[in-house]
Nanobody, 118 residues
């Protein structure tokens, strides 16, 4: 079993920055993908950014050029640096870890609120 704990959410004015962190503990494999998703009430959860254990990254179109995902494999931690924040970035942000051990295992954090005011 894998546990994910997020931190770093909060409130900020438009144009500001926040940094989210997510640390995985438990039976974490060496090869996995760690992602950040976000969700607002009434909408589907959307992918914000992902990074593989090899460092390959992928971003949602709405955050390209503003957000940066990175990871420290030794600490099993993924980060999301969010710059030039907009009110539409307001959401609950969830950390996700996917790994394949025969089957694909999918783990979620509890979520952290990010609120951007105009």
């Amino acid at each position: 079993q894998v546990q994910l704990v997020e931190s770093g959410g909060g409130s900020v004015q438009a144009g500001g920055s926040l940094r989210l962190s997510c640390t995985a503990s438990g039976n974490v494999g060496s090869f996995n993908t760690m992602d950040w998703y976000r969700q607002v009430p009434g909408k589907q959860r959307e992918l914000v950014a992902s990074i593989t254990s090899g460092g390959t990254t992928n971003y949602g179109d709405s955050v390209k050029g503003r957000f940066t995902i990175s990871r420290d494999n030794a600490k099993n931690t993924v980060y999301l640096q969010m710059n030039s924040l907009k009110p539409e970035d307001t959401a609950v942000y969830y950390c996700n870890l996917k790994e394949k051990r025969g089957l694909i295992y999918n783990y979620w954090g509890q979520g952290t609120q990010v609120t951007v005011s105009s």
